[in-house]
């Protein structure tokens, strides 16, 4: 599922709040049939482990770890602690097999990108949200790597919440919600201009002061 909306229309923050990264000011939401409000950080941190991973914009790697054990870090927080040898089979995966000692700043913008796929599908969840997991990234490396995430998605089964700005990407999931003025609202991007829709080109982070 695609969420599309202008900079700044909330996009990252309603992703933050599905998975309980954030709590709402009002109303109350659910993960896996548990209300997140009941819950405190350690108990929502339990939820997700093992069954929600992340792909984020700025990769959001731990620098002074190597790519292995960057994808590592969810089989530690699951009952499959330490499963090296899982993590090194995604590496090989996402096409790092080789690159397993390096660091992040040893890597280039899609190599990180690459193993935080990895890392998000390493512990098989059940749910894995994606921010804008291209905006970081050159067209032919992004487009490659949004083949690469659909690739995986399917092979895994797990479902997948991805917001963006990219109408074209939007076309290649199969439901659209469009996020206006704090509402959500389904729509066919087969049947809009990408012209048509609104102009979401800039990233949040751009729209921030």
Known sequence: MAILGKSGAGKST??????GLDTPSDGELSLFGHPLSRLDEDGRASLRAGRVGFVFQNFQLLPTLSALENVLLPLELSPRAG????????LGRVGLGERQGHLPKQLSGGEQQRVAIA????????LVFADEPTGNLDPDTGAQIIDLLFSLNHEAGTTLILVTHDHALARRC??????ID??????????LASDTLVDDSTTDEEARP
């Open 174 to 179: 199969d439901r659209c919600l469009r996020l």
């Open 119 to 126: 890392r998000a599908f390493v512990s098989d969840p059940e």
């Open 14 to 19: 309603l992703l933050g709040l599905l998975a």
């Open 83 to 90: 499963e090296t040898d899982t993590a090194a089979q995604w």
């Open 182 to 191: 704090g509402h959500l609202a389904a729509f066919d991007p087969h049947t």
